[in-house]
């Protein structure tokens, strides 16, 4: 729910009175209502009539919330009473990289205090770089009896103590999904606090915490949750732990290994691929924590099944990917490390024709020597043999604009090109020429394109083809690119989806800024940051538009000519009181 739908919704009585009531009997209207799942169709049919508006209030259970600053907890308790499910996002993405200050905000605690009094029967929380205490992990524990789900994705501010709080008190719990947080590992007992009458867990992921854990109480824990379907393990669980908590759990759909390099004895292979072999219903594989070779033909057993293939952990070579992936013929979605090489990705191609999502990341994003990596051959390799590729996140050391050309052409239903050319501002490296044609061919050839991240030596034209051709883009990322602020203004004027634009390093400034004037209150958010944007320029767009909220981070707190990094996004709850000294809220 966006805030906009929000307060559209509330003004949604401003129709005609032919048209404010329905003529659907109410039960009849709930069980259609019942069979809608996105978010923006529920928000959709809520503006149809008052009739619409109320059943879509009182039958709506769950919410999405995009920016936790767009809407207060109030404002949103007041509009839906039945909520058991909230997801919430937090901070902006580039906190992922640093760029935005410690102690910025986003803490869950203000929100879980409204819910205990408003929706004491929830039962599920999905929190995406928020900050949330051990005390809020706690309070959340004592405080929903019938809580059942808790998701944290790059979170900070807690450490496994409040783990050990949910462990004790959630009764109910089936899902505990830790994934990718700034999280304080004080060790593994908090897995020993699971009550041994508890039964009910069926996703349990720690592949992030590093200490060692309980594994007697892990071990006891997995075999008595016969239910438990995704289980997701740290590096410090070892192959011969890992194959006896196989034998208590052949039913798991979802597996996360954890280290795949200790030294087995025969005997101990045969097990491991014995209790693999077992797992019958597998679709999901990842973790394989500094994989060896030597043991990946134990997984074979199981990779007929597989759908997702996740080894960003694993640093395989061309061979060893190659061999594993001549068992996986239904494989939808791959997730690697460049080590892989071109080779690898070739390999890609001739196995996985049923391949919608590629991910490819670096081994070591700063190392500036690359000895490894991949080219455009290994990405036109696998657009030849995956025609039904439409996600892509592709890090690499070069690119030419003949080969996205070629790529999109074998592939033309991306709806997310994320290109990643590790040396900022590189240009074709055959022709030295700009990337701009290649750009251009993916908005031209994808029309039906959602999210595009530009990378490379690229000058305005690139963003005039985003401009003509992109109808359909949602997000845009974009660093170390364009010549001036006509490049910006032909995105703000053509892409008239446009939801969330990231822009970090470029030369574009205040009339660039200013362009979107007609543009930001149908926009979640615009990050801005090392671009030549000015204080005055971020003044002006906070008083032309007082609907939004516009923060300026400094490090220093100083309010000096330069805006160093701008936020700016719609809220209806208008600008936040718990700014940090180094927000200035404009």
């Not at 470029?506 to 930001?520: D, I």
């Amino acid at each position: 729910m966006e805030p906009s739908e929000l307060k559209r919704s509330k003004d949604s009585p401003n129709l005609d009175e032919s048209t404010r009531r329905s003529s659907f009997p109410d039960e009849v209207l709930e069980r259609v209502l019942s069979l809608l799942k996105s978010h923006r169709d529920r928000s959709s049919v809520s503006l149809v009539c008052k009739d619409w508006y109320n059943a879509e209030r009182w039958s709506r259970t769950h919410v999405f919330i995009g920016n936790c600053y767009s809407v207060s907890p109030e404002i949103v308790a007041r509009r839906f009473p039945k909520i058991r499910s909230v997801t919430l996002k937090g901070k902006p993405r580039f906190s992922d990289f640093n760029l935005v200050p410690e102690n910025w905000g986003a803490d869950i605690h203000a929100w879980l205090v409204v819910f205990a009094a408003k929706y004491p029967f929830l039962e599920e929380l999905r929190l995406k770089r928020m900050a949330i205490s051990d005390e809020s992990l706690e309070f959340l524990a004592v405080s929903f009896p019938n809580f059942k789900a808790l998701s944290l994705l790059s979170c900070d501010g807690f450490s496994t103590n409040g783990l050990a709080a949910i462990a004790t008190h959630c009764k109910n719990l089936t899902e505990l999904d830790i994934q990718e947080n700034g999280i304080d590992d004080k060790g593994g007992s908090w897995l020993s606090c699971f009550p041994e009458s508890f039964t009910s867990l069926e996703v349990l992921n720690f592949a992030n915490l590093s200490s060692d854990i309980n594994f007697d109480a892990l071990e006891r824990l997995v075999g008595r949750c016969k239910s438990m379907r995704v289980l997701k393990l740290n590096r410090s669980v070892s192959l011969e732990q890992l194959q006896r908590l196989l034998v208590n759990a052949p039913q798991l759909a979802e597996l996360g290994t954890g280290s795949f390099s200790e030294e087995l004895t025969f005997r101990q292979c045969v097990e491991l691929e014995s209790a693999l072999s077992n797992c019958k219903n597998m679709y999901t594989l990842s973790g394989l924590w500094d994989a060896k070779g030597i043991y990946l033909p134990a997984l074979y057993p199981v990779c007929t099944h597989l759908t997702f293939l996740n080894l960003s952990y694993a640093a395989l070579r061309s061979d060893e990917l190659a061999k594993l992936l001549a068992h996986c013929p239904r494989l939808k979605r791959l997730w690697v490390l460049d080590t892989v090489e071109d080779k690898g990705l070739e390999a890609v191609g001739m196995n996985c024709p049923l391949l919608e999502e590629l991910r490819v990341f670096p081994a070591d994003l700063f190392d500036e020597e690359i000895i490894h990596g991949v080219t455009e051959a290994g990405f036109v390799a696998v657009s030849f043999g995956c025609p039904r590729l439409h996600y892509v996140l592709y890090f690499c050391c070069q690119m030419t604009n003949a080969a996205v050309a070629t790529i999109v052409q074998n592939c033309p239903d991306f709806t997310h090109f994320r290109l990643c050319i590790m040396n900022p501002g590189q240009p074709d490296h055959i022709t030295n020429e700009p990337m701009d044609e290649a750009f251009g061919a993916v908005v031209k050839t994808c029309t039906k394109l959602q999210r595009l991240s530009v990378s490379g030596r690229l000058t305005d034209l690139t963003f005039e083809y985003i401009g003509r051709y992109a109808k359909n883009l949602e997000t845009l990322s974009v660093a170390f690119a364009g010549s001036s602020d006509w490049g910006m203004q032909c995105v703000m004027g053509g892409c008239s989806k446009l939801r969330k634009l990231e822009i970090r390093d470029c030369p574009f400034g205040n009339a660039a800024l200013l362009s979107g004037l007609e543009k930001y209150e149908s926009m979640r958010s615009l990050w801005m940051s090392a671009c030549n944007v000015t204080m005055n320029g971020c003044r002006l767009l906070a008083r032309e538009m007082p609907r939004l909220n516009v923060e300026v981070m400094k490090e220093d707190g100083s309010d000096d000519s330069q805006a160093d990094k701008v936020y700016v996004y719609r809220s209806i709850a208008g600008p936040r009181r718990d700014a940090p000294p180094s927000v200035l809220t404009l």
